[in-house]
């Protein structure tokens, strides 16, 4: 089954609204990141977080190994948040592989 | 600084003809290389990884090959093209394994198998 699951699929804010981003895990975690792929298709690294808590401007990244979730919290949102949003899951069993979450697709509007 | 390139942005190519593309990653010493691909709308899947010059491991098998020539360069081949090849094609390097390493990406390749 999947290993990566991720919630909302997608989401519609306002401009100024806050959004939480789940993602789901059932194997057991050895890494966890979070990327931002643009509407073009180029990928941005968030974050690198493999437990608790960071943060890195509007962006918190949280996660929760034995309640195997992590979570990125959009705080104040901006039109120029729109694009799709990952999670990926590197496992303790293969040092040189990372298992992407099917993202979440989030439209922040004026 | 760190910069990765890929060529081309993007391809248009006819199916059964071959391929080639490429990733050069200047400014990093050995590091540690991977190719995904993304279908219109699917998932990203890791294809192939490399951590040292010459050695490549397959991922997944998608009727590709991957070579890495020099330290600095990793290419993504196929003598012919399938329609199921199309897709978003990624490049992305490491400083070390995943396991506690941050991935950046390439911009990426658009290819179109018609």
């Known amino acids: 089954g999947q290993q990566v699951q991720q919630s909302p699929a997608s989401l519609v804010l306002q401009e100024g609204e806050n959004a939480e981003l789940q993602c789901n895990f059932s194997?057991?975690?050895?890494?966890m990141q979070w990327f931002y792929q643009r509407p073009g298709g180029s990928l941005v690294s968030l974050f690198y977080?493999?437990?608790g808590t960071k943060h890195s401007g509007r962006l918190t990244s949280t996660t929760v190994i034995k309640e195997r979730r992590s979570s990125l919290h959009i705080s104040s949102s901006q039109t120029t948040d729109s694009g799709t949003y990952l999670c990926?899951?590197?496992?303790?069993?293969?040092?040189?592989?990372?298992?992407f979450g099917q993202g979440t697709s989030l439209s922040v509007v004026p | 600084a760190q910069t990765i390139h890929q060529w081309p942005v993007a391809e248009i190519k006819a199916v059964g003809s071959p391929l080639s593309l490429g990733c050069t990653i200047k400014?990093?010493?050995?590091?540690?290389l991977y190719w995904y691909w993304q279908a219109t709308g699917g998932t990203l899947q890791q294809l192939f990884y490399?951590?040292?010059?010459?050695?490549v491991e397959s991922v997944v098998q998608l009727n590709l090959s991957a070579s890495r020539p020099k330290d600095d360069q990793f290419i993504l081949s196929t003598e012919k093209l399938l329609l199921s090849h199309s897709g978003f094609y990624l490049c992305?390097?490491?400083?070390?394994?995943?396991?506690?390493?941050?991935?950046?990406f390439g911009h990426g390749t658009k290819l179109s198998v018609l």
């Open positions: 990926a899951l590197g496992s303790s069993s293969s040092f040189s592989k990372l298992v």
């Open positions: 992305a390097w490491s400083l070390r394994g995943l396991s506690n390493e941050r991935l950046f």
């Open positions: 400014g990093k010493s050995s590091p540690n």
């Open positions: 194997t057991s975690l050895n890494s």
């Open positions: 490399s951590i040292t010059v010459g050695q």
């Open positions: 977080n493999p437990s």
